[in-house]
Every structure is written in C-alpha cells, then in structure tokens.
C-alpha cells in the first residue's frame, strides 16, 4: 500500500479529519500525569500545549533540537560521502541522545563498513514520500533505537517509539469512542512499541480498553515489518495534520518533530491502570 491509498481509505480519512481538529486547537486536548522524573504534575490543555511542554532530559525542545540538528547534520554529511565510519559516530550519538544503546551499538558497531548501506537502503524502503508498505519486510533494523536514526536520516518521517505508539494509539481510541466504533479500524491500528513502560509500574503505554485493542510489537521479523508499517502510517497521518493551528507558525522542517514530541509527552503514560 502506498501513501495515496493510505490516506483515500474512508476510515483513516475520517480520522484524520477528527485529529485535524485537535492539532489546530478547534478542539482541547487535556491529558495530565504525575511524572517521576523529574518528579512534577504535567498537564496539556492541547496538542500545542504538550509540545510547549516537552521535556526530555531535564531540557526543552530547543536545547534538544539543536543537538539533533547536528548529529543530523553529521549524519547526512557521512551519507553524502559515503562515510561508513562517520555515519556510525553519527548514529551511536543519536542512540545516546535517545538512551537507547542497549545492544544497537554493538549491533552498529559490528556492521562496520557495511552499516551506512544497509541503513541507507532501509531508509530508502521508509521514505514517506514513496514508501510501499508491502515491501517493509526487507526492513532488517527497526526498534525504538533505529527509528529515531531514520526520522534524521529522512524528511517526514516521525520516531516511533513507546511513547509515540502509546499516543497514536490513545488518539485513535478517543476517536473511536467519540464517533461509537467497537473496534479499531485496520489502517488505524497503530501496534504498541516496546519500551520502559513495562518495566516502570507507574506507567501505562497501552490505550486498549474493552473492545478496542491494540497490540504489542516485537522484534521478531514479523514484527519488525508491522514497526516499519506503524511508522510510516505514522508519517502518512502526522504530515497531513502537522500544518493546522499554532504549528503552522513554526518552520515547515520543524512542525512534523513538533508534534511528534507533543505525542511523545502524551504517551509517557495514559489514563488506566498500569
């Protein structure tokens, strides 16, 4: 399936027009939690407002966006010259921005002279502006560490990692309540990465609730594909919205990661028991 037969799906265009809505400030967004760390009551009012809000280790989306914006910078420099050893640097760095390192770099670092090939080619099958999601299976790499290499490697093309799956899902949940549906339509069902949430009690990441569920990812070769197709769903979605009310104000390369860390902070944990 590709983009335009994403997006034409009754459905998924339904929802877009309800998420619309809640990204341009038509409609509130209220989500609230008690962080553990650093220890505070967050709260958001909108989508807008979660993204005025971010935080990710104890700085703001600016201090976090400058030091992407140049291991991007160096990343994009290692594909341009073809680069093995500087693309590797490049993405260890970004691992390290994310806390995940937990076994990609080892993974990176035994690919050698191979690993900008690989991921380039990876990449290649993810670009949003082209993608085809029957072919997501040849996707070798793809966890919460290696979307967040491919989203500085290509243009539109959002993280999705635990927290991000956990508000994709939450969004499409309240859609479904609100418009009465009693289950989750196929090309909405974004799968749930795995992530810390499982093993920080006070933490849920999973919006399933009665007959509106929403599965877990894995790393199984099947579920590497359904990450690949979550993401790139992902992508399809957020760009056609990521242009509506206040994001509309920031520059056009920066609104898709805008909203993007909205949801992130969204997802850190959602309503229900853990």
Avoid at 68 to 96: K, P, Q, Y
Avoid at 112 to 137: V, Y
Avoid at 148 to 159: C, D, R, S
Wanted: glycine share 10%; proline share 4%.
């Amino acid at each position: 399936m590709r983009r335009d037969d994403y997006l034409g799906d009754e459905r998924v265009q339904a929802f877009i027009k309800w998420l619309r809505r809640r990204v341009g400030g038509d409609e509130s967004f209220e989500h609230s939690y008690r962080m553990v760390r650093p220890a505070c009551d967050w709260h958001c009012g909108s989508l807008w407002e979660a993204y005025t809000n971010y935080r990710w280790k104890d700085r703001d989306f600016k201090a976090n966006q400058e030091e992407l914006n140049g291991l991007r910078g160096e990343m994009l420099a290692a594909v341009e010259g073809d680069d093995s050893s500087r693309f590797v640097d490049a993405a260890c760095g970004i691992l390290r921005w994310g806390g995940v390192t937990r076994g990609n770099v080892k993974t990176l670092r035994d690919l050698g002279p191979e690993a900008l090939s690989r991921f380039r080619g990876a990449a290649c099958l993810l670009d949003p502006s082209h993608a085809d999601t029957s072919r997501l299976g040849r996707v070798r790499y793809m966890n919460s560490g290696w979307t967040k290499v491919y989203a500085l490697m290509l243009e539109g093309f959002p993280i999705y990692d635990s927290r991000v799956g956990a508000a994709m899902g939450y969004l499409v949940q309240r859609y479904c309540k609100e418009v009465n549906l009693s289950s989750v339509p196929e090309l909405l069902l974004f799968r749930l990465p795995p992530g810390r949430a499982g093993r920080v009690k006070k933490h849920n990441r999973n919006p399933s609730e009665g007959s509106l569920q929403f599965p877990q990812l894995y790393y199984s070769g099947r579920g590497r594909r359904r990450w690949a197709e979550c993401n790139v769903w992902a992508a399809w979605v957020l760009g056609e919205v990521a242009c509506e009310g206040s994001f509309a104000k920031l520059a056009a390369n920066r609104r898709l990661r805008a909203l993007e860390a909205a949801l992130f902070m969204i997802g850190y944990t959602l309503p229900g028991p853990p």
